[in-house]
């Protein structure tokens, strides 16, 4: 999705923009640019492509670098196509505007500037916002008065930055889109995301829903929806500046799976003692009665936060005792839902951003119903919405294929459901809580014990067209996991499936074009079934490749990972899918950190 970048202070600002927005670029975009005020006015260099080309262009243009204070911003196309004219920001002579999400009145705002002999250019909603604002500066308001008068009329979802030609300061406004200021002495960096910024700074003010901020070098004002001057507690985030680069690594995604045992290990270490007691209390905060006493947990999620949910279902089931429900946040924000006297509603997410698993957490508030979720990003929108959040402790997620999220957002769901396990007093979730803390070293020797096969194996298998995913009891959503994995970013049409479903349909798919991958727990009876259905992919011709710590004779290949307890499976099997996705889409040739048409948070619907 879109970026937003900006920045007042006492150094040059191009350099810092151009950083900004090429930590940025793993959100997925489609054109680039940037504003600076400079002594001549604002100028603007913008374009279709990548931040690489607007740099070249800037390398070509007369820019004057010296200026100070400036915004750019990452385009990923809603109004209107790709194209350098539709490409952000959008300016007057006056004032330059970069802006995330979508302005649904833009038809009525433009009605409004036309009567008044203004039009648009572009295709885009957001032009209207530049002249709106400009429209009021002709009409003798000060740039912050002419930029409330203008926020006033907006409705939707949007972060805005503007400049302006004549005053020294930055304006904000935030509504349903992440805005974060930096805060660092003598400067201010504004930015949609904290890893843009946390190069230079560690303390962030998040904005709220409704704010609008008045942001100068060494001043930051900030005006609630009712433009009331407000406070908002400056934030410190301690993800270095290293775990947002690549260190090494050819792909933030390889990097990332490689982080997996370090991810879930930050994520459970201080959070369960040597007994195995659950140390949430302080974290979750929601009633202990309730909590016992709940009789439905609802999950909603998306993608592969959504496979979280679904893979720790027979767990949380299990362990709480309670019946669990895992849905689709794009379905269920349209679907009466009918929850129980006592229900949980979890939403899980890494951005914390995402509208249509926002949305449904919004309606369950409504409704009455507690909340609690489990996200990656401090202070996003669904962790500050909730009623209480427990935070996976994965650091910064970049690469849009979501890995080391996954299995700590798995981390955190198995740990609820000891904690509830254990306010009820059932002694075993002590036990199974011991087993967890086993579980980052075993993630690291799958990672060094599997990386060699699967390079092998990708190399085999790379040019083929379809995958089969199968798995059965736990090993089913990491089948869906899986096959996710393989076509986001490696375009290969791949396909979860329950295995013992396939011969009520998938089967017809078989022949030798079209390669299963078939996850299998040596637990009996599920591995002797699967291996059936393994029987029954050969016998047509079909080529399979077994993901298990049990060899099979029948299959054409193997990775074999380490022995581990059935329950505990995902965070293990897992990793080898996630592995062949990634060496696939490498041998691909493909753009794997920022695969076409996706962006890493998706936050309008
Ligand atoms: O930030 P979220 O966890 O809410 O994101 C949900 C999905 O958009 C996300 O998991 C998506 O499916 C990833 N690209 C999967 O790799």
Not at 105 to 134: C, M, P, V, W
Not at 278 to 286: A, G, N, S, V
Request: charged share 25%; proline share 3%; aromatic share 10%.
């Amino acid at each position: 999705m879109c970026g937003i970048v900006g920045y007042t202070g006492k150094r040059k600002a191009l350099g810092i923009l151009l950083s900004g927005l090429q930590s940025l670029e793993y959100r997925g975009y489609d054109s680039a640019g940037i504003s600076l005020k400079t002594k001549s006015g604002i100028e603007t260099v913008k374009t279709k492509g990548k931040v690489i080309d607007l740099i070249s262009l800037i390398a070509e243009s007369r820019l004057d670098t010296s200026a100070k204070i400036g915004i750019g911003h990452t385009r990923w196309a809603t109004h209107g196509k790709p194209s350098t004219e539709n490409a952000h920001p959008h300016f007057t002579e006056a004032v330059s505007v970069v802006h995330n999400g979508i302005i649904e009145n833009y038809r009525s705002i433009e009605k409004f500037l036309n009567n008044k002999g203004i039009s648009r250019k572009t295709d885009t909603d957001t032009e209207t916002i530049a002249l709106l604002i400009d429209h009021y500066l002709k009409a003798s308001l000060d740039f912050k008065n002419a930029f409330f008068e203008s926020v006033k009329k907006l409705k939707g979802s949007f972060a805005i930055v503007a400049l302006s030609k004549d005053f020294d300061y930055l304006m904000l406004a935030k509504h349903e889109s992440p805005l974060v200021i930096g805060i660092s002495e003598g400067e201010t960096f504004i930015a949609s995301d904290v890893s843009a910024m946390i190069e230079y700074t560690n303390n962030f003010i998040f904005l709220e829903d409704g704010d609008v901020a008045l942001v100068d070098r060494d001043r930051i004002t900030i005006f609630n929806e009712k433009l009331e001057e407000t406070k908002r507690n400056t934030v410190q985030i301690n993800w270095s500046k290293e775990k947002a680069q690549k260190g090494g690594y050819k792909h933030f995604m390889l990097k990332e799976i490689a982080e997996e045992d370090e991810a879930v290990r930050n994520t459970i270490q201080s959070r369960i003692d040597e007994n195995g007691r659950i140390l949430l209390d302080d974290e979750i905060k929601l009633d202990k009665e309730f909590l016992k006493n709940i009789d439905r947990i609802t999950v909603v999620a998306c993608g592969t936060s959504f496979y979280a949910g679904l893979t720790a279902k027979p767990i949380l089931e299990k362990f709480t005792g309670v019946k669990v429900d895992v849905e689709i946040g794009s379905e269920f924000r349209y679907y009466d839902y009918l929850y129980s006297k006592n229900n949980l509603f979890l939403a899980i997410s890494q951005s914390g951003e995402t509208a249509d698993t926002k949305e449904p957490l919004k309606m369950a508030k409504k409704r009455g119903i507690k909340t609690l979720s489990i996200v990656n990003v401090k202070e996003s929108a669904i962790a500050r919405l909730s009623d209480s959040c427990i935070y996976t402790l994965a650091g910064p997620e970049i690469s849009v294929a979501s890995t080391k999220a996954f299995t700590s957002q798995l981390a955190v769901l198995f740990m609820l459901a000891f904690y509830i396990s254990q306010l009820k007093g059932k002694r075993e979730a002590f036990e199974a809580a011991k087993k967890l803390l086993k579980i980052p070293s075993l993630i690291k020797q799958t990672f060094d014990l599997t990386e060699k096969t699967i390079k092998e194996l990708a190399d085999k298998y790379y040019k083929y067209q379809n995958f089969l995913y199968l798995g059965r009891g736990i090993c089913f959503p990491l089948a869906l996991e899986g096959a996710l994995k393989l076509k986001e970013i490696s375009y290969i049409h791949a396909e979860g499936y329950p295995a013992g479903e396939m011969k009520h349909g998938p089967i017809a798919l078989i022949d030798e074009n079209t390669p299963s991958v078939v996850v299998a727990h040596p637990k009996e009876p599920l591995y002797s079934k699967s291996i059936s259905n393994c029987e029954e992919i050969k016998s047509r011709h079909g080529k399979i490749i077994l993901v298990s710590s049990r060899k099979s004779t029948i299959v054409d290949d193997i990775i074999e990972v380490p022995e581990v307890d059935y329950d505990f499976a995902p965070f293990i099997y897992i990793i080898p899918l996630q592995l062949f996705a990634y060496h696939v889409a490498y041998l691909r040739g493909n753009d794997i950190d920022q695969p076409r048409n996706l962006a890493k948070s998706v936050t309008v619907e």
